[in-house]
């Protein structure tokens, strides 16, 4: 496997208290890119201890070491994959980064950022990614 995609999604999982509980999932892109769902786990936190364990699974399982792990911003999950993973990069998920970003503009100003920072992102040319984010830069400035 090449990379690793981890997250904790929230669903209700019992109708009485409507009380929503994290999902820990993994998903691995092998290099023929073929998408697997490798592990869930409930997790009632999302904390460093949790996660290590939900890794620990997976490797006590035969998980070989990913070259990439993507996944957000939480501190317990980046704690967590720097002990189980010292050997892998870790980037963080751009959809979670898009939606911080998003949080914190206007409408207008999502409108008109957004696309131009999944440009850079998605750039394979790092002097047109340059280019792109040098005009974000003065669209912000303004």
Same mark, same amino acid.
Request: aromatic letters at 8%; charged letters at 25%.
């Given at each position: 496997?090449?990379? #690793?995609?981890?997250? &904790?999604?929230?669903?209700? #999982?019992?109708?009485?208290?409507?009380?929503?509980?994290?999902?820990?999932?993994?998903?691995?892109?092998?290099?023929?890119?073929?998408?697997?769902?490798?592990? #869930?786990?409930?997790? =009632?936190?999302? =904390?460093?201890?949790?996660? +290590?364990?939900?890794?620990?699974?997976?490797?006590?399982?035969? #998980?070989?070491? *990913?070259?990439?792990?993507?996944?957000? &911003?939480? *501190? &317990?999950?980046?704690?967590?994959?720097?002990?189980?993973?010292?050997?892998?990069?870790?980037?963080?998920?751009?959809?979670?980064?898009?939606? =911080?970003?998003?949080?914190?503009?206007?409408?207008? &100003?999502?409108?008109?950022?957004? *696309?131009?920072?999944?440009?850079?992102?998605?750039? +394979?040319?790092?002097?047109?990614?340059?280019?792109?984010?040098?005009?974000?830069?003065?669209? +912000?400035?303004?």
């Amino acid at each position: 496997m090449i990379y #690793l995609f981890v997250d &904790g999604v929230y669903e209700s #999982l019992r109708r009485v208290t409507g009380r929503k509980e994290a999902i820990l999932c993994a998903w691995g892109i092998l290099a023929t890119g073929e998408k697997i769902m490798l592990h #869930l786990s409930l997790g =009632n936190r999302e =904390n460093c201890e949790t996660w +290590t364990e939900f890794f620990r699974e997976m490797q006590n399982r035969g #998980l070989r070491v *990913p070259m990439l792990i993507i996944s957000d &911003g939480g *501190p &317990g999950l980046k704690k967590a994959i720097e002990d189980c993973f010292p050997e892998s990069k870790r980037q963080r998920c751009i959809a979670h980064k898009l939606r =911080n970003i998003a949080n914190k503009l206007n409408e207008d &100003g999502q409108q008109r950022l957004l *696309p131009l920072i999944k440009d850079v992102y998605y750039q +394979t040319d790092h002097a047109i990614a340059t280019m792109i984010a040098m005009k974000l830069i003065l669209f +912000t400035v303004r």
